[in-house]
């Protein structure tokens, strides 16, 4: 028989067994159990607290930033701003100015004084030697330098006039004038030299600015050796009747220079005025109560003439005209077509 503490021993055992048995039948649902305890545990303990669970952070891609909005600028400013094709391209010196003529603007200059008589008496004889369609079209092709002033002059005189051009630019001298001279007298009297020719057409004061275009251009060819001696002059110009709108500036522009004082002219006998001498530098110069000066409108004329009864001080006066009068004139403005 076993013993009392052998039968004890046996039964402590098999309880033991069959508890490990059931334990491990359970196990997996009793860890569960605890870690839910432990969870809930936990997040009573944060509500207590006053503390909210982390929250696992999840990158985020960052948002493209919106591009700063331009501020307007001050007035200052935009004075400042220059556009880049001005910033790259350098401002040109002005050359050499075209001869009887002062700067108007970038690529204008402006006689200062109207044409005279003895402008275009000049202009008349050298159309009585020569200046044919041969001539002219040469005249309009030459070379900018190296010119032979000599043999050029030979080709002149051989290529002749063309005495229909002579003849449609000579004034009319057979007629009086308003102040009881004859257009003879004042046009070839050396009294009148500097006075204004008047009596003149549109066309013939369109023709003449053509003929001083191509003898300028032709006295730069032949003054000039070389091309480094043509730099100082303008490529190409060209003369020619203003707008109304360059009287206009010109008038602005030199209105210092407009001769109210009469009183230099007292040994003038003819109702227009001399041009006004000018000084070491030259200069524009209106004369009101002088002539009405053609623009490149046909029958369109500015400022106020010797007839004119206008005491405004209205030198940019607009004045019709139709055909040659004694009371109007011109004066070319020369145009800079190539620097």
């Known amino acids: 028989m076993l013993k009392q503490k052998e039968i004890k021993k046996c039964i402590s055992d098999v ?38 669970p982390k929250k696992v952070k999840v990158k985020q891609e960052k948002p493209e930033k919106a ?19 001005v910033m790259s391209t350098p401002s040109r010196k002005h050359k ?19 044409i005279k008589n003895i402008d ?15 001539v002219r079209d040469t005249l309009d092709s030459l070379p900018l330098w190296g010119i032979d002033f000599e043999d050029f002059k030979r080709f002149m005189r051989l290529s002749g006039k ?22 003879e007298e004042y046009l070839n009297n050396p009294t009148f030299n500097e006075n204004p ?25 032949v ?35 407009v001769i109210l004082n009469k009183a230099i002219f007292s040994h003038n006998v003819a109702c227009t005025f001399p041009a006004v001498p000018q000084k070491r530098r030259s200069e524009f ?17 500015v400022g106020i003439s010797w007839k004119d009864n206008d005491t405004t001080g209205n030198y940019k006066k607009r004045v019709d005209y139709f055909g040659p009068r004694d009371w109007l004139g011109f004066r070319c403005v020369c145009e800079v077509v190539e620097y």
């Open 162 to 183: 063309d005495q229909d051009l002579l003849s449609r630019m000579r004034i009319r001298v057979d007629q009086m004038l308003s102040w009881i001279q004859s257009m």
């Open 285 to 301: 110069y209106y004369v009101p109560g002088n002539i009405c000066e053609m623009t490149d409108v046909e029958h369109l004329a």
């Open 197 to 221: 020719v008047i009596y003149i057409s549109f066309n013939q004061a369109n023709e003449y600015a053509s003929w001083r275009t191509r003898i300028v251009m032709l006295g730069w060819a």
């Open 67 to 85: 591009p700063k909005e331009k501020k307007e600028k001050t007035e200052k400013e935009r004075k400042l701003d220059v556009p880049s094709q």
């Open 120 to 134: 275009y008496r000049e202009f008349i004889s050298f159309l009585g030697a020569t200046y044919s369609k041969e």
């Open 223 to 257: 003054d000039c050796k070389n091309e480094k001696q043509r730099e100082k002059f303008y490529t190409r110009i060209r003369y020619r009747l203003p707008t109304p709108e360059e009287w206009d500036q010109a008038i602005d522009k030199f209105s210092k220079n």
């Open 96 to 114: 050499i100015a075209p001869p009887g003529t002062v700067i108007l603007n970038d690529s204008v200059y402006i006689d200062v004084n109207p």
């Open 15 to 52: 309880t033991i067994f069959s508890l490990i048995k059931y334990m491990r039948k359970f196990l997996p649902m009793l860890f569960l159990l605890f870690l839910l305890s432990a969870s809930y545990q936990s997040v009573a303990q944060q509500d207590i607290e006053g503390k909210k």
